[in-house]
């Protein structure tokens, strides 16, 4: 079993930046592929940003590219997504999860363990 727990959500103004933090516990953290998903009210929960946990190559969705970073820090269990110029869009509930794959994490299905969720709201 491996536990995940979102921090760093909160209300941003338009152009400002945060810092989602996701600590896991359990199994070997370096063992995962690690990736960020975003649900909006009313729609499905959507591809952010994930980390392989191989080689950490990082893939991004188009809308966030140039904007967001995901890290991890294995020493820590933790990954990281640093969140910039943020626009109204981004509004929604920032998931964590972990999966053990070898392709790069896109597809949500491909995870195991998902977080509880943190709120990021951005106002314009």
């Known amino acids: 079993q491996v536990q995940l727990v979102e921090s760093g959500g909160g209300l941003v103004q338009a152009g400002g930046s945060l810092r989602l933090s996701c600590a896991a516990s359990g199994r070997t953290f370096s063992s995962f592929s690690m990736g960020w998903f975003r649900q909006a009210p009313g729609k499905e929960r959507e591809f952010v940003a994930t980390?392989?946990?191989?080689?950490?190559?990082?893939h991004y969705v188009d809308s966030v590219k140039g904007r967001f970073t995901i890290s991890r820090d294995n020493a820590k269990n933790t990954v990281y997504l640093e969140m910039n110029s943020l626009k109204p869009e981004d509004t929604g509930v920032y998931f964590c999860a972990a999966g053990l794959m070898l392709v790069p994490g896109i597809d949500r299905d491909l995870y195991e363990y998902w977080g509880q969720g943190t709120q990021v709201t951005v106002s314009s």
């Open positions: 980390i392989h946990w191989s080689d950490h190559s990082t």
